[in-house]
């Protein structure tokens, strides 16, 4: 089984409850690892304690993490979140820091030409060089899963508008949905402008969460739609990313887009239960049954 590649930011977050190994990359990375996918990471640490610690935990959770640089003059990602009521979380993001300048290698290149498929967000690409090495990776000839994961105030149109080009599949939450609407003058309606974003950049897949209201599907001119679950809420941190892990993970077992959700559905339920973005799946009954048909996937 070749790997699916994600690209991006691994960072620590300083939650209330203290610090988790993080960033929306190595997330979905650390979900697909523990639903049977294979996965590999493209990021950079620095050459500090938080750094080892980052790697030390990748190991420990069986993710390659060969193509994670290291950089000798700027520190391993950290971001402090604040939590409020509801568990929605506040981000106050480093900069910059290892990952914003992952570098450009021809090994770099041909792993991802080889990948399953290429999953990469808008926040990684706020610095240079990370802003040119992430699209020369998504040019490989693969799948291109792009995650908006808008985070101000790094929220860059141009750089969206370029992602989106490049994209066979896109998750975003509905915030992400109304800010596309502002910038590219789409319809109010969201149906409509999911249809319309898809139209214009020719998406074939688009996704859209709504917190605790579900989430919407399109995929291939169809229509599919998930109520969500009522959960009790630690905190919401990772599980957008879980989402996502848990739509890729259920089409490449071959669901129908009605299986899709749901599977993405309860897996984001399931963190968003937990403190932190990537607890462990042992012992717990929360996950959905996802059926292992790989010759049935739709993406490779």
């Known amino acids: 089984m070749t790997p699916i590649l994600c690209i991006g930011e691994v960072l620590w977050d300083a939650l209330p409850a203290g610090l988790f190994l993080g960033g929306a990359p190595f997330n979905v990375a650390c979900h697909l690892n523990q639903l049977g996918e294979e996965v590999s990471i493209v990021s950079r640490v620095g050459e ?63 792993h991802a030409a080889t990948a399953r498929a290429v999953v990469f967000g808008s926040l990684a690409q706020r610095w240079s060089p990370s802003r040119e090495t992430i699209p020369a990776l998504w040019a490989a000839d693969v799948p291109a899963v792009f995650d908006v994961n808008l985070r101000p105030p790094f929220v860059e149109r141009a750089i969206v508008e370029r992602s989106l080009q490049a994209a066979t599949i896109v998750k975003m939450n509905d915030e992400e949905l109304a800010q596309m609407t502002t910038w590219f003058g789409l319809q109010d309606a969201p149906q409509r402008a999911i249809e319309a974003l898809s139209d214009r950049f020719d998406i074939a897949t688009i996704c859209v969460t709504r917190g605790a209201h579900g989430a919407v599907l399109w995929n291939e001119g169809a229509w599919a739609e ?68 790989t010759n049935a996937g739709r993406w490779g």
């Open 48 to 110: 500090d304690a938080l750094g080892y610690e980052a790697l030390r935990r990748m190991q420990a959770r069986g993710i390659d993490d060969t193509h994670v640089q290291r950089d000798l003059t700027h520190r391993t990602g950290f971001v402090e979140v604040a939590l409020d009521a509801t568990g929605t979380p506040d981000y106050t993001i480093i900069e910059p820091v290892a990952w914003d300048r992952m570098e450009y290698t021809r090994v770099l290149a041909d």
């Open 226 to 293: 998930h109520p969500g679950c009522a959960v009790d809420v630690a905190d919401t941190v990772g599980a957008g990313d879980a989402f996502l892990a848990g739509l890729l993970a259920a089409c490449f077992a071959g669901e129908d887009d009605a299986g899709l959700l749901d599977a993405a559905a309860r897996l984001g339920a399931f963190v968003a239960m937990q403190m932190g973005p990537t607890p462990r799946y042992e012992g717990l009954n929360a996950l959905p049954p996802l059926k292992r048909n």
